[in-house]
């Protein structure tokens, strides 16, 4: 009896088309969500405005703008407007949907696409008790225990699975959007801690950050991004 034969459900759009096409990219004009999706645009070439807007509550602004192309209201940031106005939302989606642009990153078979959208549900756990944390009204207060428990669990976790599966970055042997999720985690937290120290518990997480941010395509992208803010509002009792 013969092995079934695997197939990816991923789609990956030709390199010519993707090459002669203009995407949108729309976002506030910091890094929070969206960075992870400009590192994938970038990595995989793709030719895109990088439109940080700060017009999303005016009357013909941008939310407008959105919602007139979409023809419905779910317009939500990180947004993505393809070639054909087809307006896609939500980070993981349009995360999801940019590596797809880039062979490089289209996982390889189900198994590596279902690892990375694993990852990707993993920590966005922590963005959002992240999120709660630096805006919640006893935002710092709830800073070491974020720290000390949060932070611990989900690196963790991740440390280990790494570590069992003996791969070479996160959810795979290859660099994927996982990865560039994982990394703009320790971008923030490096900033904030005021370094990497706090990181030897992670050596796995740190070699994945090296690699990444150290990446001929990506490097260039993640200088640039040290002037971009990260918007914590109480990023200064971070340290």
Known sequence: MSSPTT?????SESTETVKNNK????????????????AALTFGNINFTDNRMSDWDDENGTRARLINVNKFALANLPALILPDETVLTQTRTVLQYAATLSPELTPKNNIDAANVSMILDHLNELYDERVKMSYGEEAAANIPSFFESSVPYYFGTVESWITTRKTEFVATNYITVADMFLV?????????KQGLGWMEKYPKLLEVYGKVTSHPKLKEYYEKEKSTPFNDPIEGAWS
Do not use: Q
């Not at 729309?26 to 999706?37: D, K, M, Q, T």
């Not at 703009?184 to 904030?192: D, M, N, P, Q, V």
């Open 7 to 11: 197939t990816t459900t991923t789609i």
């Open 23 to 38: 995407y949108e990219l729309i976002y506030w004009p910091i890094r929070g969500r969206c960075s992870p999706i400009r």
């Open 184 to 192: 703009e985690f320790i971008c923030a937290f490096e900033k904030l």
